[in-house]
């Protein structure tokens, strides 16, 4: 099951969406930002499909 969330990015700060796997109870994983494509990691967290917390962060290089 999969699920779009909306969040603003940690470093163009734009809202930016991502497809996210509801089916993991939690999982941290990196993804580019769709707008400047800087990597950010992301830990979304589910209980019974629904989405209960997400963190995403900018990641420091």
């Given at each position: 099951?999969?699920?779009?969330?909306?969040?603003?990015?940690?470093?163009?700060?734009?809202?930016?969406?991502?497809?996210?796997?509801?089916?993991?109870?939690?999982?941290?994983?990196?993804?580019?930002?769709?707008?400047?494509?800087?990597?950010?990691?992301?830990?979304?967290?589910?209980?019974?499909?629904?989405?209960?917390?997400?963190?995403s962060q900018n990641i420091e290089q």
């Open positions: 099951m999969e699920q779009e969330h909306f969040f603003q990015c940690p470093y163009c700060w734009e809202e930016v969406s991502m497809i996210l796997d509801a089916s993991v109870h939690q999982q941290t994983y990196i993804e580019d930002c769709e707008v400047c494509c800087n990597p950010i990691e992301v830990t979304p967290t589910f209980d019974a499909g629904e989405l209960i917390a997400f963190n």
